[in-house]
């Protein structure tokens, strides 16, 4: 079954609708897919080229259970879901670039968002897969549709939340090479990567043109000096055929609607108006009334889980849409990334988003979280970081850089962020300073 659905660039997305609604225990991989096709309003030759196939296996229970993963690690907190992982394919550029995405949540908590492996196709034929998610039976024989070898796994990031599946994932592929982020580390423990599971990894290097992709997929590495327990490291890359750069938590564009790996069942668990939400009332009345599975109840419950992911303890949960309004559709870096990780290292930052909006001419943006592929140039995207400017801003009063001089074009909204949904996420930040558990640097010099 295949439906047709027009959606404005960018701000598209694989839309949620009640129609099309798998359960949450589906995915076998025997069963027949079900495949929506998303094609925008072609605006101009330029944002014409988002073709999205939406991929889910149906009736899971007679299937033996092809989304199950069970997986109950991770600290402080597991990251759920414990056992099972709905894969969901969409293709982003025509016969070119994948993306699977599954549900992630943090802990025993009701919040949730997507995670994204991303998947090109060489012009050998194989593929390049980057930020791998659970190996299920579905997620694998997704893959192997493709009909085409798997050449390389990449490791983009330090970060244990993608770490953890790259050593189950390339056991599926074992002819594959697997690259990974240098400058790898851990916590509470700094275990090696044998740990992982992941063995005889090659370490990517910035700008190595000796990769063997790089006549297609150029990289550049951002590794930080330790702004706490460790360092910050992402590699971005840039697909050169399709013009794509492909980032892991740099930026992020929050969509208005929930991812479709998101169940309904963690949607409506966000909806419902618990301890999280007593304590950010403010004194306010919170009902007891039990939540109906409705549009809007799970809208509240995405949007409830978008304000906790983005400031951990938002102002306002009870009635969160007029701060989620002024989060989503933008392509922004997330304030928790920003606060306690850019804004520690500026000078670090900016000349890596300096050199890929220098060296990349790209026009569409894939991250790791939340919606993806983003219609954004490099102008969009250094605006995302223009409160660097605002940390560094001495330096570009006798050197202005090319974010800078973008930024004071477009303005500085894109880094705006309600200042009453900042408080939680600033006396954190403020207090593990204190303790000396974050470093607090300016212009590269600690102070």
């Given amino acids: 079954m295949a439906a047709a659905i027009a959606a404005s660039s960018p701000k598209y997305s694989p839309f949620r609708s009640p129609e099309f609604n798998s359960s949450f225990l589906s995915g076998a991989a025997q069963s027949k897919g079900l495949c929506f096709q998303v094609k925008p309003i072609r605006r101009s030759r330029d944002r014409n080229d988002a073709r999205l196939v939406v991929t889910a296996a149906a009736n899971g229970e007679a ?226 009334e039990p939540v109906v599975d409705n549009k809007m109840n799970r809208q509240k419950g995405w949007e409830r889980m978008v304000l906790q992911i983005l400031f951990l303890g938002p102002s306002n949960l009870l009635e969160p849409n007029a701060s989620f309004s002024q989060m989503s559709q933008k392509l922004i870096v997330s304030p928790i990334v920003k606060t306690l990780v850019f804004s520690k290292v500026p000078e670090k930052v900016k000349d890596w988003i300096d050199r890929i909006a220098r060296d990349w001419k790209f026009k569409r943006i894939i991250p790791a979280h939340f919606a993806a592929p983003i219609n954004a140039s490099r102008s969009d995207f250094l605006a995302s970081f223009a409160f660097l400017d605002d940390l560094l801003e001495e330096r570009y009063i006798t050197r202005p850089s090319l974010s800078f001089l973008f930024t004071s074009l477009l303005g500085k909204a894109a880094s705006y962020f309600p200042p009453d949904d900042m408080k939680t996420l600033s006396s954190l930040d403020q207090f593990l300073v204190s303790v000396g558990a974050v470093k607090k640097t300016v212009s590269g010099r600690k102070k």
């Avoid at 994948?98 to 034929?125: C, D, H, P, Y």
């Avoid at 070898?149 to 490791?155: H, K, N």
């Avoid at 423990?189 to 297609?216: H, V």
């Avoid at 992020?252 to 009332?281: D, W």
């Fill in 63 to 288: 299937s033996g259970g092809g989304s199950f993963y069970f997986n109950f690690t991770g600290f402080p907190f597991p990251l759920g879901p414990f056992l099972n992982r709905r894969t969901q394919r969409y293709e982003a550029v025509k016969d070119s670039i994948w993306l699977f995405e599954q549900e992630q949540a943090l802990g025993f908590s009701s919040v949730s968002t997507n995670i994204r492996m991303t998947v090109i196709k060489l012009k050998s034929g194989g593929l390049w897969v980057h930020a791998p998610i659970a190996p299920t039976k579905e997620c694998i024989q997704l893959v192997k549709e493709l009909d085409a070898p798997v050449e390389y796994i990449i490791l983009p990031t330090f970060a244990y939340e993608h770490k953890i599946f790259v050593g189950p994932f390339s056991r599926k592929f074992p002819q594959a090479q697997v690259w990974v982020a240098p400058r790898q580390w851990s916590w509470p423990l700094n275990l090696p990567l044998e740990f992982f599971g992941i063995f005889r990894s090659k370490t990517l290097q910035d700008e190595d043109l000796s990769t063997p992709f790089a006549d297609e997929i150029e990289q550049k590495v951002l590794s930080s000096p330790e702004v706490g327990i460790g360092p910050y490291v992402e590699v971005a890359f840039y697909h050169k055929r399709t013009r794509t750069l492909l980032v892991t938590d740099a930026v992020i564009y929050v969509p208005v609607q929930p991812p479709e790996c998101i169940s309904n069942e963690s949607l409506l668990a966000s909806a419902k108006n618990g301890l999280a939400v007593r304590i950010l009332s403010k004194g306010r009345e919170v009902s007891d």
